[in-house]
Antibody, heavy 120, light 111 residues
């Protein structure tokens, strides 16, 4: 069974940074692309970033481009997202998601999410 | 990349059918057969219901079906059941620079 467990969320001050982690299990982590998707309170899903199975290619939404970095440690089956210069509109539940292929095309599994609150 | 357009709400009585549309452009929905649909109950993570326009993952009831015509994809839920009441989001591959674009979401109510 695919399991994705996010951590690293919490209360962050405006202008601050955070690093989210996603521990994966139940599948061969090295064979699939991975992504981060967020959902602001009462709002819809917003794709943020994706990374190919090898980590060689990364992709970012305009909303986080230049202030975020996605990475993966295949030896630890762990996905990361670093987000800098946080602002109030970054407040959301952040989901880790697994693709069904080596490149990002179809998200087939989701973690339970970690809440990030940006507030002073 | 703009969000795909979905109706805010849809409803039907138990046993009836409801169809949700997802309108994109020739750069996403119209150009690729990588349209997915997700079901999300309150406070829960999304769940994949349809992928590659028409395919159902194992375990998803065959009451759920997908289709596409031009720049618009659709999800049909037949034989509505109480547990189908949820938010539904479409998603499309939008090219190598923007792998995913999501829909605005549709709240389905079972009357």
């Amino acid at each position: 069974e695919v399991q994705l467990l996010e951590s690293g969320g919490g209360l962050v001050q405006p202008g601050g940074s955070l690093r989210l982690s996603c521990a994966a299990s139940g599948f061969t982590f090295t064979s699939y692309a991975m992504s981060w998707v967020r959902q602001a309170p009462g709002k819809g899903l917003e794709w943020l970033s994706s990374i190919t199975y090898s980590g060689h290619n990364t992709y970012y939404a305009d909303s986080v481009k230049g202030r975020s970095s996605i990475s993966r440690d295949n030896s630890k089956s762990t996905l990361y997202l670093r987000l800098n210069s946080l602002r109030a509109e970054d407040t959301a539940v952040y989901y880790c998601a697994k693709d069904e292929e080596v490149v990002p095309r179809t998200i087939d599994s989701w973690g339970q999410g970690t809440l990030v609150t940006v507030s002073s | 990349q703009s969000a795909l357009t979905q109706p805010p709400s849809a409803s039907g009585s138990p046993g009836q059918s409801v169809t949700i549309s997802c309108t994109g452009t020739s750069s996403d929905v119209g150009d690729y057969n990588y349209v997915s649909w997700y079901q999300q109950h309150p406070g829960k993570a999304p769940k994949l219901m349809i992928y590659e326009v028409t395919k159902r993952p194992s375990g998803v009831p065959d009451r759920f079906s997908g289709s596409k015509s031009g720049n618009t994809a659709s999800l049909t839920v037949s034989g509505l059941q109480a547990e189908d009441e949820a938010d539904y989001y479409c998603s499309s591959y939008a090219g190598s620079n923007t792998p995913f674009v999501f829909g605005t979401g549709t709240k389905v109510t079972v009357l």
